[in-house]
């Protein structure tokens, strides 16, 4: 280090010696408080705050049973989205990970959760039913799991190729699936899921987990959130919905979406996005915290010197070096 | 019996005095304390004294108004704290049904964004002023952390809410969690440990956080300019 680094460094650790001005800490706190509580309270008063309804299954039933009947087959065939999600809720993916780094697959199924008995079986049977959806249980119950899954992921195919429309689905052997599908949008219609999904025989709860796969497997819930501008491709959970400012200090982390590389549909790296992704912020959380210590990035500010506009009246009174 | 006039806040040798067993009084003088109690006052004195701690004068330099930000985030946060706490009294769905509710929540909201503002702009007014100079790295990593820890706090505050938007957000941010393994522990779905992490675990932390960063402000004082020229040397020039 040369003789004039040191000295700076040396300027920089001892107490300070040169001029200084008189300073009230608790009168600029308190100063600071009475503005910030003014500015506080006149934008909520202006402005109150974002609270659009909760999403309920009645709402979904009632305003898309399409979708909620396509939803309900596809839990019962295993081809939902959270039917073949993997860790933490079953085995039935990997999961994310990055080249050799499963971390989703090493942390296990802590959550354990499966589709068609938690979101179709269970809920139908704990509420009386129509004495066709009654059978259809009975007989769902009573066959082997392969027949189960034969008849769902026929059904399942069959509506799929009918772009979502039952009633022109092609005939087939479909056993009970139908009447289960058809019972269930009937018991959402009724308000009667959203109890049964939350309850699930308990008297106290707080964990929503199932009912937030199931109301996401539907696209219900995503097309009201496109619809709203809060899409991973355009910022995502940064945004509010509504007019109101989100979280926008989630920008180091939404930015990352917005690149082709990392939504762009069949890319290795977007069916790994949300691993890469998290691995890249811990990477910049360690870079914005270790900065003091990092050669080139500590230096910036002596390369851009924007600290002449915050001491510009000091250097004016005293010169700089 | 005891009279230590270190409590004057002075590192010079202090005097104390003892009952002995016989019940005379003895009195000696010592360098060092001998409790555990009199060692953090004697190290705490020593490391901020109350002229440090709450001073009258600063370098002439603190006059920029980017100074104010830091200020600004502080009693933000009071401000996120106590409009929390109301909260708090209500419940997460006092908000939906309850005007008086709302205004609170609105409070609350506010006062996050206002606290994120000053923070941002506080965190890149250290950044350009490296801040961290002259011992000052651990003020600069416990800011960083404040902040980081300030993201969590927030985000645990938006899946709670009870609305469509905590529904959107908790199904968004689960495949993020669950990406990493983290979903295992933490589960956005869950409002109870969801409400358990916003009210109380990570406001605690995020205070600690904060108070460190403030001692270690009073501790090392405000960085001096970057280009400043050395007073001492200015002094002795004149002479």
Redesign the interface.
């Known amino acids: 280090m040369s003789t004039k680094h040191e ?1 700076k ?1 040396d ?3 001892r ?12 009168k ?2 308190a100063i ?2 009475v503005i ?2 003014v ?3 006149g ?3 202006l ?9 309920t299954f009645k709402g979904w039933a009632q305003s898309s049973p399409d979708t909620m009947y396509t939803a309900a087959v596809s839990e019962l065939a295993g081809s939902s989205e959270s039917a073949g ?1 993997g ?2 809720y079953n085995n039935n993916s990997d ?2 990970s990055v080249g050799p780094i499963a ?2 697959k ?3 199924v ?2 354990p959760f499966d589709a068609a008995q938690d979101l179709v079986i269970a809920p139908l049977e704990s509420q009386q039913q129509p004495a066709d959806v009654a059978a259809a249980l009975a007989t769902w119950k009573a066959a082997t799991a392969d027949q189960q899954a034969a008849w769902a992921e026929a059904y399942d195919t069959a509506l799929a190729d009918a772009e979502g429309d039952a009633a022109k689905a092609a005939e087939g052997d479909y056993g009970p699936v139908p009447a289960l599908a058809t019972g269930l949008v009937a018991m959402g219609a009724s308000g009667a899921y959203d109890g049964a999904i939350l309850s699930r025989g308990s008297f106290f709860t ?4 199932k009912q ?1 796969l199931f ?2 497997d539907g696209g219900y ?1 995503e097309d ?2 496109v619809a ?1 501008n ?1 899409g ?1 491709d355009t910022w ?2 940064m945004n ?2 509504g007019s ?2 989100g ?4 920008a180091f982390a939404s930015v990352w979406y917005q690149l082709p590389m990392f939504n762009t549909e069949g890319n290795v790296l977007t069916d ?1 996005a ?2 890469i ?3 890249i912020l811990v990477v910049l ?1 360690l870079i ?6 990092i050669p080139g990035l ?1 230096s ?3 390369w ?5 506009l ?6 004016k ?5 | 019996m005891s009279a230590d006039s270190s409590a004057t806040g002075t590192d010079s040798m202090t005097v104390s005095g003892s009952v002995s067993t016989a019940g005379s009084i003895s009195v000696m003088t010592e360098d060092a304390p001998t409790t555990w109690t009199g060692s953090l006052r004697h190290k705490w004195m020593r490391t901020l004294p109350p002229d440090k701690m ?11 108004w ?1 100074y ?1 930000f830091g ?2 985030t ?3 946060l ?2 996120v704290l106590g ?1 929390g706490a109301i909260l708090t009294l209500g419940g997460v769905e006092w ?2 049904t309850s005007s008086l509710g ?2 609170v ?7 996050v ?2 606290f ?1 503002l000053f923070m ?1 702009v506080h965190l890149w ?1 250290k ?4 801040a ?6 651990m003020t ?2 416990t800011g ?2 404040a ?2 820890a ?2 969590g706090t ?2 645990t505050g ?1 899946v709670i ?16 969690m ?8 933490f ?1 956005v ?5 969801m ?1 358990l992490l916003h009210v109380c675990l990570l406001p605690a932390g995020l205070g600690l956080i904060v108070i460190m960063h403030v001692l270690l402000v009073r501790k090392h ?1 405000v ?10 040397a ?2 002795a020039q004149v002479a």
Not at chain 1, 206 to 209: A, M, N, P
Not at chain 2, 105 to 111: A, D, K, M, P, Q
Not at chain 2, 189 to 193: I, K, R, S
């Open positions: 000295a460094a300027l920089d650790t107490p300070w010696t040169g001029p200084t001005r008189h300073y009230d800490i608790l600029e706190g600071a408080l910030v509580t500015l506080t309270v934008l909520a008063a402005f109150s705050s974002p609270d659009d309804a909760q999403l999600y860790p933490p999961g994310l971390l989703q090493w942390a296990g802590t959550h707080t964990d929503y987990t937030l109301m996401g819930m009201k959130a709203a809060l991973g995502g959970m509010e919905a109101w400012p979280q926008s200090w989630l790994n949300d691993a992704i998290f691995f959380c914005m915290i270790l900065v003091p210590f500590r910036l500010p002596r851009i010197p924007l600290h002449r915050v001491w510009k009246q000091y250097y009174e005293n010169g700089r070096a | 709450l001073p009258e004068r600063q370098p002439a330099y603190v006059t920029s980017i104010v200020m600004a502080i009693v933000s009071i401000l409009s908000f939906h709302r205004f929540n609105s409070l609350h909201f506010w006062s964004q206002l994120f941002i007014g950044f350009w002023m490296a961290w100079r002259g011992k000052r790295a600069w990593m960083a952390v902040f980081l300030s993201v927030a985000f938006y809410t009870t609305n469509f938007n905590a529904q959107w957000i908790a199904f968004e941010s689960k495949d993020v669950n990406a990493v393994g983290l979903g295992a522990i589960n779905a869950d409002l109870g440990q409400i004082g960085v001096p300019p970057l280009e400043a020229l050395d007073p001492d200015q002094k």
